[in-house]
């Protein structure tokens, strides 16, 4: 599925990184734990149905989304394992979880009586609030969840909790995210005397990689399966072997060539301290670029990392090309990702940014088209 693209910029996605990181990551999970794909936020910027037919392709068979709407593109596009959606989702929309056999994430008391109420057939996972205080029942409200084996058309196939701190080797961190397993766990096998509590899973990304003892039957896995770290600075108690799947390429534009003393751009923030070669690169803010970079970060050119000068615009920016020899307009510009032997990671943009990779990768516009490559 490669294809050149013709476009001023665009979004490169590589099935086979993917492919490497599912299958690495897949090695570290216990023999019975199942590998849940979590593509929430269209795969975290990626494309939804592509990653997640890829991920058929290679033999996943359970997805996590947010929203309804995400699990019923992906049972429109063909998708045949189980889909969670983690989030709320609104009642009145129970019989399209009933239609699209989705599965839906109870997240307290009352949205079980509403949504047992409209009387559709649906199964559900519970979700448990171990200490987090987002979504699920109280880890110790063990009245309330055993109320749930009333509601006959809710069918409980699971239960699962979200760990908080697990990406810090804080030694307080550490003990928290330890009273999150250990009460979950002990929630666990009090309802195991009396009820069939399905599948169970705790462990998202830095989950798994932190607390490889953990022994469920599913782990959900975003970030890490898309080759990147949330931050640069999270902690991860093993060196992984990734990939990251998403690069971002634009082209030069135009390319001047001004005096030393020479301002630029928008607010002529930028002033030009010797005799410069300044490309004009047709992808900015609009493209989901954060502005934060301007004067502020770099891209790749023929391999040679030539800096962003003065602020970013909407639709382009601004690039001293100087150090680049033989240049011309239309050679490609790696704003994330490798050429050469130079790299941009999603990391270093986040970081400039004072923000993680993920809302990096969410911001992405979708004017920036997506190129496949690999997945053969
Ligand atoms: C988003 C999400 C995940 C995936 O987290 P990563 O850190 O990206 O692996 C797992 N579980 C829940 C409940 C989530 O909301």
């Keep these: ?184 766990n002990r929630l666990i096998n009090k309802l195991k005397k009396y009820n069939d509590v399905g599948k169970i899973h705790i462990q998202s990304s830095y989950g798994l990689i932190n607390y490889p003892e953990i022994d469920c039957d599913y782990a959900r896995i975003g970030i890490l399966m898309y080759g990147i770290k949330s931050s640069h600075s999270d902690y991860l108690k093993i060196k992984l072997d990734l990939s990251p799947v998403l690069s971002i390429k634009s082209r030069i534009a135009t390319i001047h060539h001004l005096v030393k003393g020479t301002k630029i751009g928008y607010g002529l923030t930028y002033q030009v301290t010797k005799d410069s070669i300044v490309a004009t690169i047709p992808i900015g803010y609009g493209d989901g670029i954060p502005r934060q970079l301007s004067s502020n970060g770099y891209v790749l050119v023929k391999g040679q990392k030539c800096p962003i000068i003065g602020r970013i615009c909407m639709d382009q920016m601004l690039v001293d090309v100087s150090r680049v020899k033989n240049l011309t307009s239309n050679e490609v510009v790696t704003i994330i990702g490798k050429d050469g032997n130079n790299e941009i990671r999603i990391e270093q943009l986040a970081l400039a940014a004072d923000t993680i990779s993920n809302e990096i990768l969410c911001r992405i516009k979708k004017r920036l088209p997506r190129i496949y490559k690999g997945g053969n």
């Design 1 to 184: 599925m490669v294809s050149i693209s013709t476009s001023r910029s665009w979004v490169e996605i590589d099935l086979d990184a993917l492919s490497h990181n599912i299958n690495y990551l897949s090695s570290l999970l216990k023999p019975k734990t199942k590998f849940m794909a979590v593509v929430k936020a269209d795969g975290y910027g990626h494309g939804l149905i592509t990653i997640a037919r890829h991920c058929q392709r290679i033999g996943i068979t359970a997805y996590a989304v947010a929203t309804i709407d995400e699990g019923i593109k992906l049972r429109k596009a063909g998708i045949s394992g189980e889909i969670l959606i983690l989030g709320f989702t609104h009642p009145i929309r129970a019989f399209e979880l009933y239609k699209y056999h989705l599965i839906q994430s109870i997240i307290d008391s009352k949205y079980a009586c509403e949504l047992s109420w409209c009387g559709f057939d649906i199964d559900v996972h519970v979700k448990i609030d171990s200490g987090m205080h987002r979504l699920g029942f109280d880890v110790n409200d063990i009245g309330s969840i055993e109320e749930l084996y009333e509601y006959n058309n809710l069918h409980i196939k699971g239960y699962f909790t979200h760990l908080c701190v697990c990406d810090s080797n804080k030694r307080s961190d550490i003990s928290f995210t330890k009273s999150q397993i250990n009460s979950f």
